[in-house]
């Protein structure tokens, strides 16, 4: 091997290496919750979505700490929290699937990640799936229709395509 492609396949190493460890890891909704917990998850009764009466939330708090400060990418349906007058949202819940709203019980806390934006983004379809990316913390929030064990200070918010 000559001196010149040795040096190549050092800095295309590299170059990989770097574009590696820019790439956030994708994050299943799964391995927000220990795995203790996961049996009792696939063991809870079928949610009722009829009528529009309030349940109140279930489930644990517990976490997985080695999540904590992990720079993430993972999809889900977007719930506003906080929107100002001119429909620009500064925070909202993640939530795993559609129709995690506060009808039926919502998801447990450390299956909803709250998500905050340095600059607020337009109130956007709550239909649609998104791809959330940013750095995540254990860190438990209350709001008034549900908790987070899980806070993400996100950087991108784009629409979920496969």
């Known amino acids: ?3 010149l492609t040795a040096l190549l396949a050092c800095l295309l190493i590299a170059a990989a290496a770097a574009f590696a460890s820019d790439t956030p890891r994708e994050l299943d909704w799964l391995e927000l919750m ?6 009792q998850l696939r063991n ?3 949610v009722d979505h009829s009528g529009m009466f309030t349940m109140e939330q279930q489930g644990s708090f517990r976490t997985v700490q080695a ?8 999809p889900g349906y977007i719930v506003p929290v906080d929107v100002d ?3 620009k949202m500064s925070s909202f819940f ?8 506060i009808h039926v019980p919502p998801p447990p806390p450390n299956q ?20 959330v990316e940013g750095t995540l913390r ?23 395509e496969g």
């Open 34 to 39: 220990p795995e203790d917990e996961l049996e």
């Open 85 to 87: 007058d001119n429909q």
């Open 67 to 74: 999540l904590h400060e992990q720079r993430i990418r993972m």
């Open 1 to 3: 091997m000559t001196r």
């Open 112 to 131: 909803i990640v709250y998500v905050t934006l340095a600059t607020p983004i337009d109130v956007t379809d709550i239909y649609d799936a998104f791809w």
């Open 94 to 101: 993640l939530v795993p699937y559609f129709g995690a709203c």
């Open 138 to 160: 254990v860190e438990t929030v209350t709001k008034d229709v549900a908790a987070s064990a899980y806070v993400l200070a996100a950087n991108k918010v784009s629409l979920y």
């Open 44 to 46: 809870a009764p079928p």
